[in-house]
């Protein structure tokens, strides 16, 4: 009788529920909890030069009305991100993480030649600069007015720009806030944001995806690294002894970020989705 294989999943729902129906076999297709594991999973894996957060940050100096704040946003699905170290780079005097920085000047270059001008309005954002940004949307100390400035305005040390691989893109004529509307964005996201995983950018708070903060932000993308995006979060597989896919396993190139010697380890989704389990 042929052995099953044993799989689970490093990260919630992740890689076998990917699929590679799109146009380009190197990239599964993913929903947008999955876009948001996939950076869970770098930052903590994969992505350099970043500092893990330790506490919350204070937002209006009034400790209860900052724990009403805090309680609204947790609700919302706020989390602490991590910070950047200190050697950043930049690109177009915008500064953000070397990487980062890297394949968005090769993005931009292939948006060039497809005819699109968006450009980078920020990417690396500290603490300090988050709150002064936050605060100055806040219209009230209502639950009603709190909520809705963090309907699009991240707490200090919960947005990604904190950690510089989180791009904010506009329209070279126009304002990030109208960047779904434009040919540029739809480059960008067709085809299950091709076009972006090419340079390793994914989605930052993608549609369809209930309490991730603030609402969705389609001028957000996050570097992820384009291996991560083709290989998927990483699938333990157990593979028995002369089973003929142990030879297809060897092949496979570990996962980032796996912590295991041993290739079987960590399949690429694309992969596992297709063995017969």
Same mark, same amino acid.
């Given at each position: ?25 190197? =990239? ?8 948001? +594991? ?25 400790? #209860?009305?900052?724990?009403?704040? !805090?309680?609204?946003?947790? @609700? %919302?699905?706020?989390?602490?991100? $991590? ?16 990487? /980062?920085?890297?394949? !968005? ?6 948006? %060039? ?11 690396? %954002?500290? $603490?300090? *600069? ?32 904190? &950690? ?19 040919? #540029?964005? /739809? ?5 299950? =944001?091709?076009? /972006?995983?090419?340079?390793? =950018? ?10 991730? &903060? ?8 996050? !570097? ?25 396993? +060897?092949?496979?190139? %570990?996962?980032?970020?796996?912590? *295991? ?11 596992? *989705?297709?063995?017969? @389990?």
């Amino acid at each position: 009788m042929r052995s099953v294989f044993s799989l689970s999943l490093t990260l919630v729902l992740m890689a076998a529920a990917a699929s590679t129906d799109g146009v380009d076999e190197d =990239f599964p297709t993913y929903t947008g909890d999955q876009f948001n +594991a996939l950076y869970d999973y770098a930052v903590t894996h994969v992505l350099g030069n970043l500092v893990p957060p330790d506490e919350r940050h204070p937002v209006t100096g009034d400790d #209860d009305l900052d724990t009403r704040i !805090w309680g609204i946003a947790t @609700r %919302r699905g706020y989390l602490l991100r $991590p910070e950047a170290g200190p050697d950043l780079g930049s690109a177009d005097g915008v500064p953000m993480q070397p990487e /980062a920085a890297e394949a !968005w000047l090769e993005l931009k270059g292939a948006a %060039r030649e497809a005819g699109h001008r968006f450009v980078v309005s920020s990417a690396y %954002r500290s $603490p300090a *600069s988050q709150r002064t940004q936050f605060n100055s949307k806040l219209r009230g100390t209502s639950d009603e007015a709190i909520d809705a400035a963090l309907s699009w305005y991240s707490l200090p040390g919960t947005s990604k720009h904190h &950690g510089g691989y989180a791009l904010d893109f506009r329209y070279a004529d126009g304002t990030f806030g109208g960047f779904r509307d434009t040919p #540029d964005y /739809a480059w960008l996201a067709a085809d299950n =944001f091709h076009n /972006a995983k090419r340079f390793g =950018f994914i989605p930052s708070y993608p549609d369809d995806v209930a309490d991730q &903060g603030p609402n969705p932000e389609p001028w957000e993308f996050v !570097w992820v690294g384009v291996d991560l995006i083709r290989c998927g979060l990483p699938v333990e597989v157990v593979v028995p002894r002369g089973d003929p896919t142990a030879a297809i396993a +060897a092949e496979v190139a %570990r996962c980032p970020g796996s912590t *295991s010697d041993d290739p079987t380890a960590a399949f690429p989704s694309w992969l596992a *989705s297709r063995l017969v @389990r």
